[in-house]
C-alpha cells in the first residue's frame, strides 16, 4: 500500500486498506443514495461550488449503479429529500455501505471524489440545496 493511503487511513479509519469493507451507516457517516444519473451532475455541481473538494463521494458500477454522498451522522435528518434520494442512516433502519479503498482493485465501488484527510464530509445542507435545485424540487416541511 502507497503512503497516501496509509495517511488517509489514519485520518478516516473507516477506509479500508484494500478492496473495499461494508461500512454501517450512522457510526462514521450517514449516507444519501441517488442515481447514476442524477448523481454524476450532482457531484460535478458540488465539486464547483467547493472547488474541487465537495467530500466522499463513491460510485457502484453493479445493479442500480447509484452514487453515495457521504455526510455526518445526523446530518441528514430533519429535512425531505427529494424523489429518487434516499436517506441512510440517522434512526432509519440498519443499512451498510460500501467503502472502497484508495487504490488497487475496488471493483464494483470507486471513488467518484476522494475523501481528504483535511476535508472531512460532503456538507449536507449543501447537498440537499444543490440536489433540490438541480432536480427543480422544492422541499416539503416534515411533520
Given at each position: 500500500?502507497n503512503?497516501?493511503?496509509?495517511?488517509?487511513?489514519?485520518?478516516h479509519?473507516?477506509?479500508?486498506?484494500?478492496?473495499?469493507?461494508?461500512?454501517k451507516?450512522?457510526?462514521?457517516?450517514?449516507?444519501?443514495?441517488?442515481?447514476e444519473?442524477?448523481?454524476?451532475?450532482l457531484?460535478?455541481r458540488?465539486?464547483?461550488?467547493?472547488?474541487?473538494e465537495?467530500g466522499?463521494?463513491?460510485?457502484e458500477?453493479?445493479?442500480g449503479?447509484?452514487?453515495?454522498f457521504l455526510?455526518?451522522?445526523?446530518?441528514?435528518?430533519g429535512?425531505?429529500?427529494?424523489p429518487?434520494?434516499?436517506?441512510?442512516?440517522?434512526?432509519g433502519?440498519?443499512?451498510y455501505?460500501g467503502i472502497?479503498a484508495?487504490?488497487?482493485?475496488?471493483?464494483?465501488?470507486?471513488?467518484?471524489?476522494?475523501?481528504?484527510?483535511?476535508?472531512?464530509?460532503?456538507?449536507?445542507?449543501?447537498l440537499?440545496g444543490?440536489?433540490?435545485?438541480?432536480?427543480?424540487?422544492?422541499?416539503?416541511?416534515?411533520?
Amino acid at each position: 500500500m502507497n503512503t497516501e493511503s496509509n495517511r488517509a487511513c489514519i485520518f478516516h479509519p473507516w477506509l479500508p486498506v484494500s478492496g473495499y469493507r461494508l461500512r454501517k451507516v450512522g457510526v462514521f457517516f450517514d449516507a444519501i443514495r441517488v442515481a447514476e444519473g442524477i448523481g454524476e451532475e450532482l457531484a460535478t455541481r458540488l465539486e464547483a461550488l467547493t472547488n474541487g473538494e465537495p467530500g466522499p463521494v463513491i460510485g457502484e458500477a453493479s445493479r442500480g449503479r447509484w452514487m453515495y454522498f457521504l455526510v455526518a451522522v445526523g446530518s441528514s435528518a430533519g429535512r425531505s429529500w427529494p424523489p429518487g434520494a434516499t436517506r441512510l442512516g440517522s434512526g432509519g433502519r440498519d443499512a451498510y455501505v460500501g467503502i472502497p479503498a484508495l487504490a488497487g482493485v475496488t471493483w464494483p465501488l470507486s471513488w467518484r471524489c476522494a475523501p481528504q484527510p483535511h476535508r472531512r464530509l460532503v456538507d449536507a445542507d449543501l447537498l440537499h440545496g444543490t440536489l433540490c435545485a438541480q432536480l427543480g424540487w422544492e422541499p416539503r416541511p416534515l411533520r
